[in-house]
């Protein structure tokens, strides 16, 4: 096969947005000769930073060091200068007629900080770039929502009952933790809703992508993860060959539009023969940017998942069981935070602009007060155990076993008293930026921690549990080794289960101090059940 061929069809199948042309045969041999034509061409550190992100170890904005109140400033200065330049060469007026429309309008959405800063984000603070990625962003927003998305960000009430159908479906859904680089991955299901039209899952994934995964500064920095779960109906989506030319253009569009840039996408495959046969037509679809960041994971539910782990997603956070039930529960728990959110802010501009949201962004905005999805620096406090192995907590658990291991420099003067060993711990962990969150079983989010009364209580159940774990654990030492001698007795091993039923409290007030046993997370349990809690969470 001729390699130069081969370069040939691959520039012209990604530098044109309005002709993308498809070679005479797709199949799997040629693209996968692409694919790796396009990896060796690639800068070898910008190869190595790829992979590094793709796997979740370390992120290309890290090299930016950009994050900084003046430097953000001078940023935006050097943006606005760019776009409002009528004798810029870089960007067409064509490009920008969204804009001008936008400033007709008075919108002052599209030329909030925040709005401009995602997309300075995106492209590492290039501001050329930046600049003409956010007007052919502007260029779909109204394409797809019309221009009251250039007045105000999209909310739920901007899809239709269909559109709001197919999102409430589970096709496309967001994990509900992050990765190991804090970003958040979007799950794509198979077709996608291949009940639906074209321009209603176009909706959908736009206002997931464009709005929701946007706002959050996380996935700014770090960029977007989307992980396809191939299934046969991907290959009746698709409607033949010829529409293979539609599909690429979308993908073009939205890699070059969207306020985030595509920093790792996986594919999961089946090994059958069929899966064969689609994998070159999704290779040539998503074109060269997509293949720079692409990941393709073969085999059962069970070897993809396990996979997937590798690259920093949790197994827990796929929303299909092993047998291919989609999973919705926390997807209408997320809809439902979803709603709230929105309405915080509709209250907001009915209040303070009547409204009118052409001045709404231009007054200071109040974040919404709660946390749906928190960052993996958080230390969550649940009544249940779905936080025990939450990223945060892992750590807050090795820094409580750092802090207060017997060669440590904090307790070679420590105080005996608890109160001083929480202010400490509080203390401590503020240096290291941990934060403090607790579940509201309710309404399915989370509250920051703040007042120190609330820190020094729920702290105190993690250091608390600490110190049963560590007496467990010495006890269990202590048993292994009087086995080992042959020595061990029915006493010494009832001593552990005996020890961690004790409370920090000595005194047991109240019946809820003598019935539940609150770990680090706010997990509670039976008294009677609290041997067996205690030793799984020691093997953990």
């Given at each position: 096969m001729d390699t130069s061929s081969i370069s040939t069809a691959s520039n012209s199948m990604d530098t044109n947005t309005n002709d993308v042309r498809?070679?005479?045969?797709?199949?799997?041999?040629?693209?996968?000769?692409?694919?790796?034509?396009?990896?060796?061409?690639?800068?070898?550190?910008?190869?190595?930073?790829?992979?590094?992100?793709?796997?979740?170890?370390?992120?290309?904005?890290?090299?930016?060091?950009?994050?900084?109140?003046?430097?953000?400033?001078?940023a935006l200065l050097k943006f606005d200068d760019e776009l409002n330049n009528p004798g810029s060469s870089s960007i067409s007026a064509k490009l920008k007629e969204t804009y001008n429309r936008a400033l007709s309008l008075n919108s002052s959405y599209v030329t909030s900080s925040d709005f401009r800063l995602m997309f300075l984000r995106s492209e590492f603070f290039q501001i050329t770039k930046a600049v003409i990625r956010f007007c052919k962003c502007l260029n779909i927003l109204v394409k797809y929502f019309g221009e009251i998305s250039l007045l105000r960000q999209l909310l739920l009430s901007d899809l239709s009952k269909r559109e709001l159908k197919l999102l409430k479906e589970g096709s496309m859904q967001l994990s509900q933790s992050r990765d190991s680089l804090g970003r958040r991955p979007l799950f794509l299901l198979g077709n996608c809703g291949g009940n639906y039209c074209p321009g209603e899952r176009d909706r959908v994934g736009l206002y997931l992508i464009f709005q929701v995964l946007a706002e959050d500064v996380i996935s700014q920095q770090n960029g977007l993860v989307t992980i396809h779960l191939i299934s046969e109906d991907v290959y009746q989506g698709l409607g033949g060959a010829e529409n293979i030319p539609k599909m690429a253009r979308l993908y073009l569009s939205?890699?070059?539009?969207?306020?985030?840039?595509?920093?790792?996408?996986?594919?999961?495959?089946?090994?059958?023969?069929?899966?064969?046969?689609?994998?070159?037509?999704?290779?040539?679809?998503?074109?060269?940017?997509?293949?720079?960041?692409?990941?393709?994971?073969?085999?059962?539910?069970?070897?993809?998942?396990?996979?997937?782990?590798?690259?920093?997603?949790?197994?827990?956070?796929?929303?299909?069981?092993?047998?291919?039930?989609?999973?919705?529960?926390?997807?209408?728990?997320?809809?439902?935070?979803?709603?709230?959110?929105?309405?915080?802010?509709?209250?907001?501009?009915?209040?303070?602009?009547?409204?009118?949201?052409?001045?709404?962004?231009?007054?200071?905005?109040?974040?919404?007060?709660?946390?749906?999805?928190?960052?993996?620096?958080?230390?969550?406090?649940?009544?249940?155990?779905?936080?025990?192995?939450?990223?945060?907590?892992?750590k807050f658990r090795a820094f409580l076993d750092q802090a207060f291991s017997d060669n440590h420099e904090y307790t070679k003067h420590i105080s005996n008293t608890e109160e001083d060993i929480l202010n400490r711990i509080i203390r401590l962990a503020l240096l290291r930026h941990f934060q403090f969150l607790l579940h509201d079983d309710i309404n399915h989010w989370y509250d920051r921690l703040t007042e120190p009364e609330q820190l020094r209580r729920y702290i105190g159940f993690?250091?608390?549990?600490?110190?049963?774990?560590?007496?467990?654990?010495?006890?269990?030492?202590?048993?292994?080794?009087?086995?080992?001698?042959?020595?061990?007795?029915?006493?010494?091993?009832?001593?552990?289960?005996?020890?961690?039923d004790l409370d920090a409290d000595a005194t047991k007030p109240t019946r809820q101090q003598t019935s539940i046993f609150i770990n680090m997370d706010g997990n509670q349990r039976n008294v009677n059940r609290v041997t067996n809690c205690c030793m799984n969470r020691i093997s953990l």
């Open positions: 498809v070679p005479p045969t797709i199949d799997e041999i040629y693209m996968e000769t692409i694919w790796a034509r396009e990896q060796y061409e690639m800068n070898p550190r910008d190869r190595q930073a790829a992979s590094y992100e793709l796997h979740g170890v370390e992120s290309r904005y890290d090299m930016v060091r950009y994050e900084n109140p003046n430097n953000l400033n001078q939205i890699f070059e539009a969207c306020p985030l840039r595509f920093s790792a996408i996986h594919f999961c495959f089946p090994k059958e023969l069929i899966y064969r046969l689609l994998k070159p037509l999704l290779l040539f679809a998503i074109g060269e940017m997509g293949r720079k960041v692409l990941k393709i994971h073969s085999g059962t539910s069970v070897e993809w998942m396990y996979s997937l782990s590798s690259f920093g997603v949790r197994s827990d956070d796929v929303p299909t069981t092993y047998s291919g039930t989609v999973k919705t529960r926390q997807h209408m728990r997320w809809i439902k935070v979803r709603s709230a959110m929105d309405k915080y802010i509709e209250d907001q501009a009915t209040t303070h602009v009547d409204g009118d949201y052409c001045f709404f962004y231009a007054s200071k905005i109040k974040p919404f007060p709660h946390i749906q999805c928190p960052e993996i620096n958080c230390v969550l406090f649940h009544n249940n155990g779905v936080a025990w192995e939450f990223p945060g907590n892992i993690a250091y608390r549990g600490h110190l049963r774990r560590c007496s467990a654990r010495r006890h269990r030492n202590a048993g292994d080794i009087l086995d080992a001698e042959g020595k061990k007795s029915k006493d010494v091993s009832d001593y552990d289960a005996q020890d961690m």
